[in-house]
């Protein structure tokens, strides 16, 4: 999904070549160690050609090369992007999984993003809350397993905390970003 995010945002902007989209996504993905190979743009490419949601707009042929192929996106593959990008918010599942989304800001109701972060957010706190709720006095274990369930839960709290924080600073952005149009 997120590959096909960035395929259709990178051609919201312009018509390009399978190849230019690859060096535009391994900019954005680097961080992630996330591999993405020309078989999976290509991949990826076919699978949103025959949903309609990009169209071939060029192809040059050239003597002992392969043909090269530019592309477009569809109306219906601007309505695609948008519609994935909100989905993405609402089916959060981790920091990483918002990351094809947050390029694409630019292309979607800030404002209903806003929103949704909002509800990311409460959604975290829930967890927050049930893991307080559940102190190490109410384990019935001991031991080695009782230190590695506390270390666990540790853990746990503190990612859930840290991705918190992290979508307050995103809401904020977004958030600045309304607030100026």
């Given at each position: 999904?997120?590959?096909?995010?960035?395929?259709?945002?990178?051609?919201?902007?312009?018509?390009?070549?399978?190849?230019?989209?690859?060096?535009?996504?391994?900019?954005?993905?680097?961080?992630?160690?996330?591999?993405?190979?020309?078989?999976?743009?290509?991949?990826?490419?076919?699978?949103?050609?025959?949903?309609?949601?990009?169209?071939?707009?060029?192809?040059?042929?050239?003597?002992?090369?392969?043909?090269?192929?530019?592309?477009?996106?569809?109306?219906?593959?601007?309505?695609?992007?948008?519609?994935?990008?909100?989905?993405?918010?609402?089916?959060?599942?981790n920091v990483q999984?918002?990351?094809?989304?947050?390029?694409?800001?630019?292309?979607?109701?800030?404002?209903?993003?806003?929103y949704l972060i909002?509800?990311?957010?409460?959604?975290?706190?829930?967890?927050?809350?049930?893991?307080?709720?559940?102190?190490?006095?109410?384990?019935?274990?001991?031991?080695?397993?009782?230190?590695?369930?506390?270390?666990?839960?540790?853990?746990?709290?503190?990612s859930i905390q840290?991705?918190?924080?992290?979508?307050?600073?995103?809401?904020?952005?977004?958030?600045?970003?309304?607030?100026?149009?």
């Amino acid at each position: 999904m997120s590959i096909q995010i960035f395929i259709l945002g990178a051609l919201s902007e312009g018509n390009y070549y399978p190849y230019d989209i690859k060096k535009r996504i391994g900019k954005h993905l680097d961080q992630t160690d996330a591999k993405i190979t020309e078989g999976t743009i290509y991949y990826n490419f076919e699978v949103l050609l025959k949903k309609g949601l990009i169209e071939k707009v060029e192809t040059i042929q050239t003597e002992n090369r392969p043909d090269k192929t530019t592309y477009g996106i569809t109306e219906k593959g601007r309505q695609s992007l948008e519609e994935s990008i909100y989905k993405v918010f609402q089916k959060f599942t981790n920091v990483q999984s918002l990351y094809a989304a947050l390029v694409n800001l630019d292309k979607v109701d800030n404002q209903k993003i806003a929103y949704l972060i909002e509800d990311i957010i409460e959604k975290m706190k829930k967890k927050i809350e049930y893991i307080e709720l559940h102190t190490p006095e109410q384990m019935d274990t001991k031991g080695e397993l009782k230190d590695a369930l506390l270390l666990m839960r540790d853990h746990a709290y503190q990612s859930i905390q840290s991705d918190i924080n992290w979508l307050e600073k995103l809401r904020k952005h977004v958030q600045n970003r309304v607030a100026k149009n």
